[in-house]
């Protein structure tokens, strides 16, 4: 958890797998965590409206 303090994000990753138009919701899913040497890493996919996997393989590295 970040508690809105942005210095704790260490890293973030993803790939963009289809297109959202805007204006738009995403639907972010965690997918689990784990601690790592360069601090907690979390993984999470989003979801456009369609359903369809907009941003796959997400990694968010928080600091230890």
Known sequence: ????DPPVVR?????FSAPV???ST?????LGGQ??????CVGFE?????GA???RDGRL???P
């Not at 958890?1 to 809105?4: C, K, L, N, Q, V």
């Not at 890293?11 to 790939?15: I, K, N, Y």
């Not at 995403?26 to 965690?30: C, F, G, S």
């Not at 601690?35 to 907690?40: L, S, Y």
Request: charged residues 30%; negative net charge; hydrophobic residues 40%.
């Open 53 to 55: 996997v907009a941003i």
């Open 35 to 40: 601690e790592t040497p360069e601090g907690r």
């Open 1 to 4: 958890e970040t508690d809105g």
């Open 21 to 23: 138009w805007m204006p």
């Open 26 to 30: 995403l639907e972010i899913r965690a």
């Open 61 to 63: 590295v928080l600091a």
């Open 11 to 15: 890293r973030v990753t993803a790939r």
């Open 46 to 50: 989003a979801r456009g409206p369609d």
